[in-house]
């Protein structure tokens, strides 16, 4: 049988971060540098992404301690635990 393909993870709507285990993060707008959070994530933890706003980066201390959903959708993993 042939593979099924993943869905695509939805194009729009709420984006939420959800810490699996504390993590280190920085939210930030790539070209001002301005901070939307920077610091520790505890373990279940969330941050609702401003839908409003700019585009925004994420770097994590631990890229695979961080859950993305989009619109309800989880997504795969960032990375792995101990990536950043």
Do not use: C, H, N
């Not at 695509?8 to 504390?22: H, I, K, M, Q, Y």
Request: glycine residues 14%; hydrophobic residues 45%.
């Amino acid at each position: 049988a042939d593979p099924v393909p993943a869905a695509a993870p939805p194009a729009s709507g709420a984006v939420v971060l959800t810490a699996r285990e504390d993590v280190w993060v920085k939210i930030y707008e790539r070209g001002s540098g301005r901070r939307a959070f920077m610091g520790v994530l505890a373990a279940g933890q969330r941050f609702d992404v401003p839908a409003d706003g700019p585009p925004l980066t994420l770097r994590a201390g631990k890229a695979g301690a961080v859950a993305v959903t989009v619109g309800g959708r989880a997504l795969p993993p960032l990375g792995g635990p101990v990536q950043t």
